[in-house]
């Protein structure tokens, strides 16, 4: 900064001015101060300003791999949100983590860089995982349903999602569905539709076959034994690319679907999904990065809200093509 000052011909309070967005200074100084930034490289400490002034817009984010198009697209719309707020995001991804001990590391980093507050924008970390953080800091989940009555967050309503899936297939005339189930610490989000979508089968009377599965390759090639032993007509996946792995199991085996058994999953946010058919639910990621960042915004100004925030995003079906009726009402 001073390097930039006596360049520009001005005070160093002036180049902090500047670059902090103050008034009193001339448009003339400001053109120079940013010129000569410009040639000198100069990039101010956002967080040592910030500090100075007892004051962060900065942010932390705690992603769950970026590599996931349903996660790769939360990224963007949270940048995009952020960036239209006026707050800088720093962000981690991490790809698997059974037990949410590297994301808890991640988080502790995160609050090492002295930000205002963090999203967790995961479903591998528990609640009871984040109540140390959440007293020593503003902290939303973005994306993964809360159960605890002290973490504030924004989530899609997965059961929602769960039993609009489940209402087209039984609409469908299925009467044999399987499901594949992820375990609860695997992926929360993922648990909750499974579950969600066998309540409601049983529900509307269909007879259900849980396939367990942690890894998103687990349970493919036991849904395809149950396809061929015609034990169900349809299996339902909690995410879509749950769904693309039966898909290509069932290719190999000399299977298809709609035509050998009905299959759908979950996400709609799959690049071409359009033009896949693949039957499935939208989740509302624009909008929830846009109330994600509108309610961190408000949790760490100056009069943060003294409720606790819970909002529920729904998204759409996407009927898609591989769900149709069973060729077989009833399965041998």
């Given at each position: 900064?001073?390097?930039?000052?006596?360049?520009?011909?001005?005070?160093?309070?002036?180049?902090s001015r500047v670059f902090l967005g103050q008034g009193k200074v001339s448009d003339a100084t400001r053109a120079r101060v940013f010129a000569i930034a410009e040639q000198l490289g100069y990039v101010p400490n956002i967080m040592a300003s910030e500090l100075a002034s007892r004051g962060s817009s900065v942010v932390g984010l705690l992603l769950r791999d970026a590599a996931n198009p349903a996660y790769g697209l939360l990224f963007t719309k949270l940048q995009e949100a952020a960036h239209e707020a006026g707050i800088t995001l720093i962000s981690m991804t991490i790809s698997s983590d059974l037990r949410g001990s590297r994301q808890i590391d991640s988080l502790?980093?995160?609050?090492?860089?002295?930000?205002?507050?963090l999203i967790v924008a995961t479903g591998g970390v528990t609640s009871a995982q984040l109540e140390p953080f959440r007293d020593r800091i503003p902290i939303i989940r973005a994306g993964r349903p809360e159960e605890s009555g002290r973490i504030h967050a924004v989530s899609y309503d997965e059961r929602i999602s769960a039993r609009a899936l489940a209402a087209h297939v039984a609409d469908q005339g299925h009467r044999s569905v399987a499901v594949i189930v992820t375990q609860e610490h695997a992926s929360y989000p993922e648990y909750i539709r499974a579950t969600g979508m066998a309540a409601e089968l049983a529900?509307?009377?269909?007879?259900?076959?849980?396939?367990?599965?942690?890894?998103?390759?687990?349970?493919?090639?036991?849904?395809?034994?149950?396809v061929r032993r015609r034990e169900v007509t349809a299996v339902m996946c909690p995410s879509d690319l749950r769904a693309l792995h039966l898909l290509r199991r069932l290719d190999a085996a000399g299977l298809s679907a709609p035509g050998d058994v009905s299959v759908s999953g979950c996400d709609g946010i799959l690049p071409g999904i359009d033009l896949l058919g693949l039957t499935s639910y939208r989740i509302g990621v624009e909008r929830l990065a846009e109330r994600t960042i509108a309610n961190i915004a408000a949790l760490i100004g100056d009069e943060p809200p003294q409720r606790i925030v819970r909002e529920l995003i729904a998204g759409r079906l996407l009927s898609g093509a591989t769900v149709a009726p069973p060729l077989e009402q009833e399965p041998r």
């Open positions: 900064m001073e390097d930039v000052a006596a360049a520009a011909g001005v005070s160093r309070s002036s180049v502790n980093r995160l609050m090492g860089m002295r930000v205002a507050g529900a509307r009377g269909v007879r259900i076959v849980p396939v367990p599965a942690v890894e998103f390759t687990d349970g493919a090639d036991e849904a395809v034994d149950l």
